[in-house]
C-alpha cells in the first residue's frame, strides 16, 4: 500500500467500481429494510440494518483505478 491509497482494500477500474457500489449499496438498502421487517427494536433486526449499513458503506475501503 502506498500512502495515498490510505486504507484501500482493493482497486477496480471505475467502470467495476460503479458497479460494485451499486450492488453494494442496493444489498445493503435490502438488508436494513430486512432489519426493520424483523423488528427495529430486536437483536436479530439491529444485527440486519447494521450489516447493510457495513455493506453499504463498503465500496469506501476500494479505489478507482483511472
Same mark, same amino acid.
Given at each position: 500500500? &502506498?500512502?495515498?491509497? =490510505?486504507?484501500? #482494500? @482493493?482497486? #477496480?477500474?471505475?467502470?467495476?467500481y460503479r458497479w460494485a !457500489?451499486?450492488?453494494?449499496? +442496493? /444489498? =445493503? /438498502?435490502?438488508?436494513? %429494510? @430486512?432489519? +426493520? !421487517? %424483523? $423488528? $427495529? =427494536? &430486536?437483536?436479530? $433486526? /439491529? @444485527?440486519? *440494518? *447494521?450489516?447493510?449499513?457495513?455493506? =453499504?458503506? @463498503? &465500496? /469506501? #475501503?476500494? !479505489?478507482?483505478? !483511472?
Amino acid at each position: 500500500m &502506498t500512502e495515498s491509497s =490510505g486504507l484501500r #482494500l @482493493a482497486e #477496480l477500474s471505475p467502470r467495476r467500481y460503479r458497479w460494485a !457500489d451499486r450492488a453494494t449499496k +442496493l /444489498v =445493503g /438498502v435490502g438488508l436494513i %429494510a @430486512a432489519g +426493520l !421487517d %424483523a $423488528g $427495529g =427494536g &430486536t437483536t436479530e $433486526g /439491529v @444485527a440486519l *440494518a *447494521a450489516l447493510g449499513v457495513a455493506l =453499504g458503506l @463498503a &465500496t /469506501v #475501503l476500494i !479505489d478507482k483505478h !483511472d
